[in-house]
């Protein structure tokens, strides 16, 4: 695995998914991430940007959603950062209990964690949230 | 191109959605929720979601599958899926939704399963 970064500064659309996923995308071709792994990865970027954008955000373009990809040797660093007010993961409810089976959102974060190895928030003093989220190989 | 194109066909009673592209966020999910509209305005409401071009989904395509059901469920029809890509599978797995949707991987089979 190469080492490199990668940041981008995006306004608060839903077209940034598609281009957080592209640069990633092109970020684990050149570090030789497997398939699977790559599937992963992608997904979880989306959900995050996708959440930094709606939720974070709330779609406000004068906001922007910060991003960078650090790979180094044996691990892939993904940073979404927003401009939102900040959220306690814990209070999201698990999508896989019964009673939430039939709910039309709420899994974006599990997939976050379902795919990577480690995924955190941080609610910056200066203002935003940052979601950190680690795979390691 | 569209991210997710949709051809309907009939099969007896049964409505069958070739679905080819993406359900993800935006375009592709707005296609699925216009499509089942659609066919509940019509009158259909027997559907098969064949689902053997969809190389991606996201929270939110999940998402519309289950509203989807809910809805179709909800005006007394049935929705069921058809020809599901590994990843695909493996998504519905882990949210626990294969326990939710009746899913087939021979044609002939799902249209038989229909009430």
Redesign the interface.
Known sequence: MTVETTELKLPSR?EA?AEAAAAVAGLMSRSGIDENAA?GID?AV??AV?NAVLHGNKKDEKKFVEISFMSSPGALEIKVHDQGAGFNPETIPD??ADEN?????G??I??MR?FMDEVDWVIRPEGGTTVRMVKRF | MAELNISERQAGDVTVLDMDGKI???EGSVALRTAVRRMLEEGKKKILLNLAGVGYI???G???L??S??AINKDGGQLKLLNLTQ?LQD?LT????L??FDVYENESEALSSFK
């Open positions: 839903i998914v599937f997904m989306r959900e996708t999508p896989t089976l039939l709910k039309t959102s899994r974006g599990f997939f379902s | 993800t966020i935006g996201d929270s939110s999940i998402g519309e289950v509203s059901y809910t990843k998504l882990i949210t626990k939704l326990t939710v």
